[in-house]
C-alpha cells in the first residue's frame, strides 16, 4: 500500500494517512469544506472538554479536524486526528467541529516492524534519520502486525534500489533487528 508520513515522533510512534488518490483526494475535500464551514465561525465561548473532536486552527490559519488531549483557561493542547502531530492552541483558535465532520481520523499511528533501539530508547538522531527517509514522499507500506499497535515494513521506492527503512536504520547504526517474539513496538 502506498503512503505518506505526515508525523515521526520516533521509529516506535509515527503517522501515516493512505495515498491512493482517493484517499488524498478525501482528505483534500475535508480540508476545503471544513474551512468554509468555519470561516464565518468565530471561535468557542464554551469549554470543550478533553477527548472531544473540535476544529483547531493550525499556525498556518487554516482550520483542521482536532482532539482536545489537554484544556486550560488559555489554551488547549489539541492532537490533529488527520496528520498526527500535536499543538498548543489559544482559546479563540478552537471551535465546536460541525457534526457532518466526524468521519474517521485519516492518521493511523504505526511502528517500524523488526527493529529496536540500540540503548532502550530511541535518540534524537534516529528520529530525525527516519524523518530524512520517509518525509515528503510516498512510501510503500506492509502491515506486519496490528497487536499490540500497527507494525509496518516502509520501503521506499522512489530511486532505482528500493531502501528498506528499518533496515537502513540498522546499518546506519540507529537500530538493532528484533527478534519476532520480543514485543512489536518499543516506546519512546
Known sequence: VE???SEVKSPSSFFLQLASPSSVECLSMLSVELNEAMSSCNATTCTIDVGCICAAKFSDDSWYRARVIEASST????YFVDFGNTDFVSCDRVALCPERFSQPAQAIECCLDGIKPLSGQWTPQSTALLKELVMDKIISAK???DSPSLSVD???TSSSADVNIAAELVAKGHAIQQLRCEKSCIDG
Open 3 to 5: 503512503i505518506i508520513v
Open 75 to 78: 489554551r488547549y493542547l489539541v
Open 143 to 145: 502491515v506486519v502486525s
Open 154 to 156: 516502509l520501503v521506499d
